[in-house]
């Protein structure tokens, strides 16, 4: 059948002073019922942005979206500001990098989570209340009952973490996007947030995207992973393919400090030589081609003139102008040694 979330050839464009930034130029990604995607890349490649896309978040004065978003069958993409409001909360939600951001602090944690529990499901406050101290209780905040009635200063970093996926999965989301959740927590919190994570996917069913930059993360929540360079998907394949025998040299580059598959939690993304392109101008032909070491392996001046196509098959492929025996031979005599 279809697939629950499907993004078809999706552009993201702002209008800035400077000029059109293209933060999302042509990306096109499923994510099957239950499973949880990994976004990996820089910051400016677009990742954030093309989830804001999903859920209706940017903002419609600066920026334009072409594209097919579906979402479980319903077009999100030009749907009405209302559609988009009754779906977000309730049949998908996020978490960010800073509790701070979706807590407010006039409120109390308790309130904030009824709130949209009354709103989408018409509960009674009593019921609403009760839901929320159940919500609590399950992202693993002790006496909820006691803690409902507090506001956010009074939580530490990690409980506010906690109280904001309890705000998050009040509902019942299908769709979770997680843009870099746990960043901002010490290793030992963060190890716990991914835990409580993949529990409450294990219960509940729901589809996540996990944005990121930290490999570490990818290896231990992820089943599928979207490489993203320039607003584009240069690599896609499964956990164990992209950060086991990657195909695209950008991929090499994050891969090549971590050992393979052991990666552990605190394993961050290791800086490539070079910047990120300038999206009000992006590089001709292939856009990594001004930070690759590997282009003069590519006959021609294709990696400057042709921009590579991404190809998918049983959801892997990769967007780079090497063969397919390049890649092999490449991988496994300079960079798997490492
Ligand atoms: Fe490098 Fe060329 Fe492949 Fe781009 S297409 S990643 S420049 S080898
Ligand atoms: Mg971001």
């Given at each position: 059948g279809a697939p629950f979330l499907s993004v078809r050839d999706l552009y993201v464009r702002f209008a800035t002073e400077d000029g059109i930034v293209k933060?999302?130029?042509?990306l096109s990604f499923d994510l099957e019922r239950g499973k949880t995607l990994g976004i990996v890349g820089?910051?400016?490649?677009g990742k954030s942005v093309t989830n804001l896309a999903v859920l209706g978040?940017?903002?419609?004065?600066?920026t334009t979206i072409t594209g097919e978003i579906t979402l479980d069958g319903q077009?999100?993409?030009?749907?009405?500001k209302r559609t988009l409001e009754k779906l977000r909360g309730n049949k998908m939600a996020m978490i960010f990098q800073d509790s701070l951001t979706a807590l407010s602090?006039?409120?109390?944690v308790g309130r904030q989570i009824a709130e949209p529990f009354r709103k989408h499901t018409g509960a009674s406050k009593k019921e609403a209340r009760d839901r929320a101290i159940e919500m609590l209780r399950r992202v693993g905040i002790p006496q909820p009952q006691t803690r409902v009635?507090?506001?956010?200063?009074?939580?530490s970093g990690g409980m506010r973490q906690r109280a904001m996926i309890a705000l998050a999965l009040v509902c019942d989301p299908e769709l979770l996007i997680a843009d870099?959740?746990?960043?901002?927590?010490d290793v030992t919190v963060q190890a716990q947030i991914l835990d409580l994570l993949k529990d409450l996917q294990q219960e509940t069913g729901t589809s996540i995207i996990f944005i990121t930059h930290d490999l570490g993360v990818v290896a231990d929540v992820c089943d599928d992973v979207l490489v993203m360079y320039a607003g584009r998907c240069v690599e896609r394949g499964t956990v164990r393919e992209i950060?086991?025998?990657?195909?695209h040299p950008y991929a090499w580059g994050l891969l090549s400090s971590i050992p393979r598959l052991t990666a552990s939690v605190d394993v961050p993304l290791q800086p490539i030589k070079g910047s990120p392109p300038s999206l009000l101008n992006p590089p001709s032909g292939c856009p990594f081609h001004p930070r690759?070491?590997?282009?003069?392996?590519?006959?021609?001046n294709r990696c400057v003139e042709e921009r590579p196509l991404l190809t998918i098959e049983n959801g892997r492929g990769s967007a780079c102008h090497l063969t397919a025996e390049q890649k092999q031979s490449i991988f496994a005599e300079r960079i798997q040694p490492m």
């Open positions: 933060a999302v130029d042509g820089e910051s400016g490649s978040l940017h903002n419609p004065r600066n077009e999100l993409t030009g749907a009405p602090p006039y409120y109390t009635d507090d506001y956010p200063h009074q939580f870099e959740p746990t960043t901002a927590l950060l086991g025998k990657p195909h690759c070491a590997f282009r003069d392996e590519v006959p021609g």
